[in-house]
């Protein structure tokens, strides 16, 4: 079976999975769901032996999440007709990914961050060897992750912290010196229990 067969496999499961975080904006801040800002990630997936997963470090000047590692994506314009075509957008605005080099495979499961946005991540399979166009006033690097790291549960280190008078726990997962957390680490755990019976 395929890489992208067996990553559609694990996203046409849509069981609820008790163990999905969605995010603690809504219990921090009070607020129903409409009130969020709906967003979308591409999580673009390099089809090769060993897939391996595209992130992007902001720069130090963007006004929210300045120097952390993301996927490429951001909110959802009046014309984007969807997540997806959202998410294709963006990362081709971001990183320079031709929306016609992304193979799509679907949408996985919504987080919802501290920050007031709902994200829906993409899943996509790109080719290997593209060259990326960097927007620099947003991304300062790209770099390659493997999917079987990311994915592994034992890299997928859970931490707590204080944080406005209240105890909130996060995930961090290290590669190569780059610490990967918060909302991004939280849609990898989300889709590691997700893939996991697929993969």
Do not use: C
């Amino acid at each position: 079976m395929s890489l992208i067969e067996r990553l559609r496999r694990g996203l046409e499961e849509h069981t609820p999975l008790a163990e999905l975080m969605t995010g603690d904006w809504p219990e921090h801040a009070g607020v129903e769901d409409g009130l969020m800002m709906p967003a979308a990630v591409l999580v673009p997936i390099v089809e090769r032996a060993e897939p391996g997963v595209i992130l992007t470090v902001r720069t130090d000047t963007v006004r929210r999440h300045a120097g952390q590692i993301a996927f490429p994506g951001g909110r959802i314009d009046p014309e984007d007709t969807d997540a997806i075509a959202a998410a294709l957008r963006e990362a081709e605005e971001e990183i320079g990914l031709p929306r016609n080099k992304v193979q799509v495979i679907g949408t996985a499961d919504r987080y919802r961050t501290t920050t007031g946005f709902d994200v829906t991540p993409v899943l996509g399979v790109i080719p290997p060897g593209l060259e990326f166009a960097l927007q620099p006033e947003e991304v300062a690097a790209v770099f390659e992750v493997p999917l079987h790291y990311l994915l592994e549960p034992a890299h997928q280190h859970r931490r707590t912290v204080d944080w406005e008078g209240r105890e909130r726990s996060y995930y961090e997962i290290l590669w190569e010196g780059r610490r990967i957390w918060g909302a991004t680490a939280a849609m990898i755990v989300n889709l590691s229990r997700r893939l996991a019976p697929a993969l």
